[in-house]
């Protein structure tokens, strides 16, 4: 609990992953990698129930090795391509009720540390939020960014009179990490959403925030975590 608030955590791990197979349970650094989000989330201080939903046999089976609870197995209809988040987080909701709050934790932002996840609850609350969502610097400033018209001519996404301006002088924006999502439980049945008009952000490091989502997301990760095996 945090302010006497009772917190669900969920880890969605789904088993049809696309970009890296079987990621959710790939090896890295000694651990399956969805390993290094429950061992993160269990050291909290405030989450008062942390569960796994999956569809999968062998995804539940390594979750339960580690210490998650797994109370239920995700319909099939919630665990398809088009799936969205939102709808899985509703589904845990309607299974396990009676809860203030829902976080969502993704096991593909593997370096995502504890604090990370006590500070996005204690600022949510302590701000008396309905949502707050996770974010950092992106690597490139959407200001310098364009289309690319059918006959290759670029046009500014943004202003063209960003486009010559230093990178330092550049109005500062702010992207999702994927990380970690947390929402008042009754906004959250209204909203559908962790995302509304009065969602706060949680700033978390660039060099915490790898979202894994290609093979060489993941070569990254292992490169990180051969330099410093001691991330959660």
């Known amino acids: 609990m945090f302010n006497q608030e009772k917190i669900l955590a969920i880890i969605p791990a789904r088993g049809g992953s696309k970009g890296v197979l079987r990621k959710n349970i790939k090896p890295a650094g000694g651990r399956p990698l969805i390993a290094w989000i429950i061992e993160a989330a269990k ?124 990178r330092q002088d550049l109005p500062l924006v702010y992207i999702p990490t994927g990380a970690i999502y947390i929402a008042q439980v009754k906004w959250f049945l209204k909203n559908r959403s962790f995302y509304g008009s009065s969602t706060l952000g949680f700033f978390i490091p660039q060099e915490r925030s790898l979202d894994i989502d290609s093979e060489l997301d993941f070569k990254l990760f292992e490169a990180i975590i051969a330099k410093d095996n001691n991330i959660v």
């Not at 809860?99 to 996840?117: A, F, G, R």
């Not at 490139?140 to 960014?145: A, N, T």
């Open 43 to 166: 050291k909290s201080r405030y989450i008062d129930r942390l569960i796994l939903s999956s569809d999968d046999s062998d995804i539940i089976s390594v979750a339960q090795q580690y210490g998650c609870d797994v109370p239920f197995v995700r319909p099939s209809d919630l665990a398809r391509d088009n799936s969205s988040a939102s709808d899985v987080v509703l589904h845990a909701i309607d299974e396990i009720p009676e809860y203030d709050y829902v976080m969502l934790l993704q096991p593909t932002s593997p370096l995502t540390v504890t604090k990370d996840i006590d500070g996005c609850i204690e600022s949510c609350i302590n701000s008396g939020a309905k949502s707050t969502v996770s974010v950092t610097e992106p690597d490139k400033s959407p200001y310098w960014m364009f289309n690319m018209e059918k006959d290759n001519r670029l046009v500014p996404v943004l202003e063209e009179r960003y486009l010559n301006m230093r």
